[in-house]
């Protein structure tokens, strides 16, 4: 089975008596409770952004995300931080789909 790279990052963080399936996934839970209600703090669209995506739709051209966050939540961002334009996609990270750098999310963008 292919972890995450979060479960990893616990999975190091802990110390080697207490590092046990129970107790990754019990920090996995804890760090997507607290990442779920601060993950917005201080975060919006890097400097041009906007500008770049009005221009784009301007020139009708479609709109997508291709996040490595999980799908749920790319959505709930996405809908969150840039509710003034129509993305065409919004992908994240989903079951059977490589993360970024792999292409296969991006052409499936690129296909549809």
């Known amino acids: 089975m292919?972890?995450?790279f979060l479960f990893h990052f616990i999975k190091f963080l802990l110390p080697e008596n207490q590092c046990n399936e129970q107790m990754i996934?019990?920090?996995?839970?804890?760090f997507r409770e607290d990442y779920g209600q601060s993950w917005d703090i201080n975060t919006r669209p890097y400097?041009?952004?906007p500008e770049m995506?009005?221009?784009l739709q301007t020139r009708g051209l479609k709109l997508a995300v291709l996040t490595n966050k999980p799908h749920e939540f790319a959505l709930h961002c996405v809908a969150s931080l840039l509710p003034t334009w129509h993305f065409d996609r919004v992908f994240g990270q989903r079951d059977g789909v490589p993360r970024k750098p792999d292409p296969v999310g991006?052409?499936?963008i690129a296909e549809q």
């Open 47 to 49: 400097n041009g952004v």
């Open 25 to 30: 996934e019990r920090g996995l839970d804890l």
């Open 2 to 4: 292919k972890h995450s």
């Open 106 to 108: 991006a052409i499936e």
């Open 53 to 55: 995506l009005d221009a």
